[in-house]
């Protein structure tokens, strides 16, 4: 696999955590024996926070459980009992943006699902420690609006900690008029992580280190996504 290629795979990872689209892959649950509980996981985080401070964070996201690289792009096809229903494109964009004093990194998801098209664009920072929060989106894609943290009761949630641990739950955002958005690791391994989340609707994530999601299974609508061939 190149260099390019796996750009491309890491970019899916944005698209769940900012709840623009819920995908999902076949084949997603149950992927081995969990890891011990041998990390500090999510220990000493205040999850939601409503203001970030800007010297706790760094430029770019190299988390290996969520690397976001800039202008990395793909398509991807979703299907129901094997028929197309639809695509989705992702765009990590080119330059960070300043969202309440972070260099923040924006993914933008295009989704094309029977005719209906909607855009969403999520922030992401990632602290000194590693961890990469949600700091906010311009969403058209929910309904909901646009939001930063710290702006109208809105606050920053986790989207992947530095240090994940079986059996850790956290919020990946709370705005106001939204529902909650939360996710919890399931199953874990060295190399894999699974995750459930609950934003309206309930999907399971897979993970993999150093690429970043490699699957999602849409627990509600039963739909797949998955890179074209």
Do not use: H
């Not at 955590?17 to 995908?23: E, I, S, T």
């Not at 096809?77 to 639809?86: C, L, P, Q």
């Not at 919020?171 to 309206?200: F, Y």
């Amino acid at each position: 696999m190149t260099r390019g290629t796996r750009a491309v795979r890491r970019l899916a990872a944005a698209v769940v955590v900012a709840g623009a689209l819920p995908l999902a892959l076949s084949g997603c649950a149950g992927i081995g024996q969990p890891a011990p509980y041998d990390s500090p996981g999510i220990n000493g985080l205040v999850v939601p926070t409503p203001t970030p401070d800007p010297d706790d964070f760094v430029v770019g996201i190299d988390n290996p459980w969520f690397p976001l690289e800039l202008g990395a792009t793909q398509a991807l096809e979703v299907t129901r009992d094997g028929a197309a229903v639809g695509s989705v494109e992702t765009t990590v964009l080119d330059a960070t943006q300043d969202v309440g004093g972070l260099e923040a990194t924006g993914v933008t998801t295009v989704t094309d699902l029977g005719g209906a098209r909607s855009t969403s664009t999520s922030w992401y920072a990632q602290d000194t420690d590693g961890n990469v929060w949600l700091v906010g989106a311009d969403d058209d894609a929910s309904g909901g609006g646009d939001w930063r943290a710290g702006e109208d009761g809105a606050e920053a949630g986790l989207a992947m900690p530095a240090d994940p641990r079986l059996g850790d739950g956290w919020l990946t955002r709370d705005v106001p008029g939204r529902a909650r958005a939360s996710r919890t690791i399931e199953e874990q391994t060295s190399a894999l992580l699974q995750v459930r989340d609950e934003a309206g609707t309930t999907t399971r994530s897979v993970y993999e280190k150093g690429v970043g999601l490699v699957g999602v299974t849409d627990l509600d609508a039963g739909w797949t996504a998955a890179p074209g061939d």
